[in-house]
């Protein structure tokens, strides 16, 4: 069955950089789309950035735009997120997920879900 074990996250003042990488087993992930998600406390889990099963297209959210990058292994069946100039309200739990299309990404309605890695942007 699906697995996806994200990890990366920490403590990391504001300007900051961190890099997230989601291992994923259980499907064939060269075929499927991928996306990063983030719940801050009190808030509804949000897509970040998603990915085309090759890397052709990418989109991110209008908050991290310019900031961070998604990206993707296909032969190491990792997927990563790259974060620069964090910010204090980019703390969150981040999540990766996939789904059946690349636009279905959006809706983040998965039975599954991970553990996710702690990203904390504080001075």
């Known amino acids: 069955q699906v697995q996806l074990v994200e990890s990366g996250g920490g403590l990391v003042q504001p300007g900051g950089s961190l890099t997230l990488s989601c291992a994923a087993s259980?499907?064939?992930?060269?075929?499927?789309?991928m996306g990063w998600y983030r719940q801050a406390p009190g808030k509804e889990r949000e897509l970040v950035a998603k990915?085309?099963?090759?890397?052709?297209?990418?989109n991110c959210a209008d908050s991290v735009k310019g900031r961070f990058t998604i990206s993707r292994d296909n032969a190491k069946n990792t997927l990563y997120l790259q974060m620069n100039s964090l910010k204090p309200e980019d703390t969150a739990v981040y999540y990766c997920?996939?789904?059946?299309?690349?636009?279905?990404?959006?809706?983040?309605?998965?039975?599954?879900w991970g553990q996710g890695t702690q990203v904390t942007v504080s001075s």
């Open positions: 997920n996939t789904a059946r299309t690349y636009y279905r990404l959006d809706s983040g309605a998965f039975d599954y």
């Open positions: 259980g499907f064939t992930f060269s075929s499927a789309p």
């Open positions: 990915i085309t099963s090759v890397g052709a297209r990418t």
